[in-house]
């Protein structure tokens, strides 16, 4: 009886999700089709020089009011960038609106890279959480807070892979690793978007740069790239793919060259592939001035060459230049551009601002901005910070220090220095908002315990007169943290170091401090992954905290004091020096790899030689063939012991899926994160395969001494690959591997049939 009263209330729910569900179906539905007749209704009645521009987006920096009125009101210009604060955009927006003929609302858009007044820790320091769920939650709160100054738009997530830490804009993406890049991009568009889009809230995110930008030669920025088709596919495109299939609004072509071809005037990547096979029906953007970059490049004769160039790829919007607004026309004139590509381009604007609601709304509510820098922003950024940070080295648990600790002294410049902890691309954020670690240290123990001391002003500074005062703090302290790394601007757009060691004289002066043989922990701030082997060496224990934003310092406290344990894990490959780049986890295996016996350290070789080869292998002479640290490495206060991988088969079928089963237990006395980490190795393709890939990872939390069942499903799609002509899934052997990090792990093994 009971039974069957079940089974009926389970009918009844049953069809009651179906109605629901195809009714929000139709709904949608419908809400396409009336953004689509009204997107083409308005089209119908615009003129060309209102169609171009709506194409057209500036940074009125140089205008005066009046003249920014004025463009707004012939409609010159469909978007702005760099403007914000709601008085001003919301008189802007009125004249769009009552002013202008067709009564298009302007779109604004801004870059707000990893918040907007409430900083987080730079993307790649995010990435180092491997936690997508806090990472969503913080581009929210960006949102929120961007959205309360008219921000509708921003030019997030950078997605950009990069094998090189020289590059400056490393600190904007995700690092090395397609996987994990491509499950942060997921977690970021839907953080900055949304549930819908026309909450005033919902800002539109704009997965840039497309593409490549990443593999600039040397490192320096905006410059060449070579990339070959399968890397492009299986390593480049992979986070752009999955901000596409998270419905990023935008996309942003690039600055760099692509195999002789500049990303702004890219037919392959940008009508090929983003429209033909990805089906991409958002709108895309030029990054700054880049369609007139083509000039430089080499590709374009002049401005009018270069906008027909871009409008023929596929760019919707110039950014910055103008050379649509210059030539659009004549080159329609001419026959040389038909006025589909521009009602395309067109159409793919206007839908962008009606699916934010802009034409219902365009105007920001004056209460909304009361939000910004709410506690509990504030707090979230303290957890990310907290998870973002990765415990290197940590000798003899020379951490957590006690909070009865009698003594410490703080050193370093970057102890104290509000606007460096916040990172590169922080417009709004400011370092009157930040909590160092200097405050948040002494609010932990109290002002008498802090022994403060910079030794340095600054992280270049190369004078030592701050030593002897830094050295007189330790020594009468009990133990000495050392605050290292990089001001802020040593990373960013435009700013690739050659070296990538501390700059300054901070070696030396940790040098210094580590003859007096007490308690040494150094905690690296940085923008990018540093070549710190020496520091290492020096210290009892390193924690690497990238830069952590607003809350940097209170999240540090947290971590060497022991609230919580570290939990980061490298989202990127540390090398020993430059010379190592590139050096990422995945490369192939090459015919003659490295190891420990075939290495010839170059200290060992003899001085009187005969013609030889040293070992015959892959490796450099004076690095060896690791690097200092691999990539998802991190350790923890606590140990972690892997035991009992099981796969639900050793064979699968190439449409099948494995369920891979492991148990972690945390060994130790107190409760901490792991981040599991699941690689695979394909042993032979019909192009070489790389020696590991990630393929799937989980935080997980673990009480002392609990034990924790972790499961991963492994569907063979994940095993597809880009071979040169297609993509395949193809038979055979498999390693697969589930650890810690990328160098250590259990092993089994599974073949496709
Ligand atoms: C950068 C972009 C940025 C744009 C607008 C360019 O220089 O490459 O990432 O979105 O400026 O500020």
Redesign the pocket.
């Known amino acids: 009886m009971y039974c069957q009263f079940a089974k009926r209330t389970l009918f009844v729910i049953f069809i009651f999700l179906v109605v629901l569900f195809t009714s929000s179906c139709k709904q949608t539905e419908s809400n396409q089709n009336d953004i689509e007749s009204r997107v083409n209704n308005l089209l119908s009645e615009m003129t060309l020089e209102e169609k171009i521009g709506q194409m057209s987006q500036i940074d009125p920096g140089y205008l005066s009011d009046d003249q920014m009125n004025q463009t707004v009101r012939e409609g010159k210009y469909g978007s702005f960038?760099?403007i914000f604060g709601v008085e001003k955009i919301n008189a802007l927006q009125k004249i769009a609106m009552e002013e202008s003929r067709l009564k298009i609302p302007l779109i604004i858009g801004r870059?707000v890279i990893h918040g907007y007044r409430t900083i987080f820790p730079i993307p790649l320091g995010m990435a180092a959480t491997w936690n997508p769920q806090i990472v969503k939650k913080a581009f929210r709160i960006s949102s929120v807070e961007a959205s309360s100054q008219g921000i509708r738009w921003t030019?997030a997530p950078?997605i950009d892979i990069t094998w090189d830490p020289r590059w400056g804009r490393i600190a904007e993406g995700c690092g090395e690793d397609p996987y994990l890049a491509s499950a942060l991009a997921k977690a970021m568009v839907e953080g900055i978007q949304g549930d819908d889009l026309t909450d005033p809230t919902a800002v539109a995110a704009?997965a840039?740069?497309f593409v490549g930008y990443g593999f600039a030669e040397g490192g320096r920025d905006y410059n060449t790239t070579y990339i070959s088709e399968p890397v492009l596919r299986n390593v480049v495109l992979k986070p752009f793919k999955a901000a596409k299939d998270a419905g990023a609004l935008t996309f942003?072509s690039a600055?760099n060259d692509l195999n002789g071809v500049p990303t702004s005037g890219n037919e392959f990547t940008l009508r090929q592939i983003l429209r033909d096979e990805w089906h991409y029906e958002g709108m895309v953007v030029s990054?700054?001035a880049s369609v007139t970059e083509m000039i430089s490049h080499g590709y374009c004769a002049n401005e009018k060459e270069a906008a027909l160039k871009a409008i023929t790829a596929g760019v919707d919007m110039e950014?910055s230049s103008t050379s649509y607004m210059n030539h659009l026309k004549s080159l329609i004139d001419e026959g040389k551009v038909n006025l589909t590509l521009i009602d395309e381009a067109v159409k793919n604007i206007l839908r962008l601002k009606f699916k934010l609601g802009l034409f219902e709304n365009p105007y920001v509510n004056p209460e909304a901005e009361k939000q910004i820098l709410a506690p509990e922003f504030l707090d979230h950024a303290r957890t990310v910070a907290r998870q973002s940070a990765v415990l290197l080295k940590n000798e003899l648990n020379t951490l957590p220090l006690s909070s009865d600790i009698s003594s410490v002294a703080i050193i370093g410049p970057l102890a104290d220095a509000p606007r460096d902890q916040l990172g590169t691309w922080v417009f709004d954020g400011k370092a009157e908002n930040s909590v160092t670690p200097l405050t948040a240290i002494k609010e932990v123990l109290g002002n008498a315990k802090v022994n403060y001391a910079a030794g340095m002003t600054y992280s270049r500074d190369k004078s030592k007169t701050g030593f002897a005062g830094a050295i007189a703090a330790a020594k009468k302290s009990q133990a000495i943290l050392f605050f290292a790394g990089e001001e802020w601007i040593l990373s960013g757009?435009g700013q690739s170091r050659g070296e990538i060691n501390l700059p300054g004289v901070q070696e030396e002066l940790i040098e210094e401090l580590a003859k007096l043989g007490k308690p040494l922990v150094v905690v690296v701030m940085a923008g990018r992954p540093l070549a710190i082997g020496n520091v290492v060496e020096q210290s009892n224990a390193l924690l690497y905290a990238f830069h952590g934003g607003s809350m940097a310092g209170p999240a540090l406290a947290d971590l060497i004091f022991g609230k919580e344990s570290p939990s980061g894990k490298l989202p990127v490959t540390f090398v020993k020096g430059s010379g190592q780049i590139p050096f990422y986890y995945y490369h192939n295996n090459t015919g003659r790899p490295a190891n420990t016996k075939s290495w010839t350290p170059i200290d060992s070789i003899p001085v009187i030689n005969s013609q030889a080869s040293l070992g015959y292998k892959s490796f450099h002479l004076d690095y060896g063939f690791t690097p200092l640290f691999p990539f998802g490495y991190g350790l923890s206060y606590t140990t972690f012991k892997y035991s009992n991988l099981i796969l639900s088969s050793t064979e699968m079928a190439s449409n099948g899926n494995l369920t891979i089963k492991v148990s972690v237990l945390n060994d130790g006395d107190i409760d901490a994160d792991e981040i599991v980490q699941l690689y695979i190795r394909d042993r032979v393709g019909s192009i070489t395969r790389p020696v590991k890939e990630l393929k799937g990872f989980k935080r997980i939390h673990l009480k002392s001494r609990e034990t924790v069942g972790v499961t991963f499903e492994l569907p063979a799609s994940e095993l597809e690959f880009f071979n040169g002509k297609e993509n395949v899934i193809e038979s055979g052997e498999f390693d697969l591997w589930i650890g810690p990090n990328s160098d250590e792990g259990l092993h089994s093994e599974f073949s496709i049939k």
Do not use: A, G, V, Y
């Open positions: 960038l760099n870059d030019f950078m704009c840039k740069h942003m600055f990054d700054w950014m757009e």
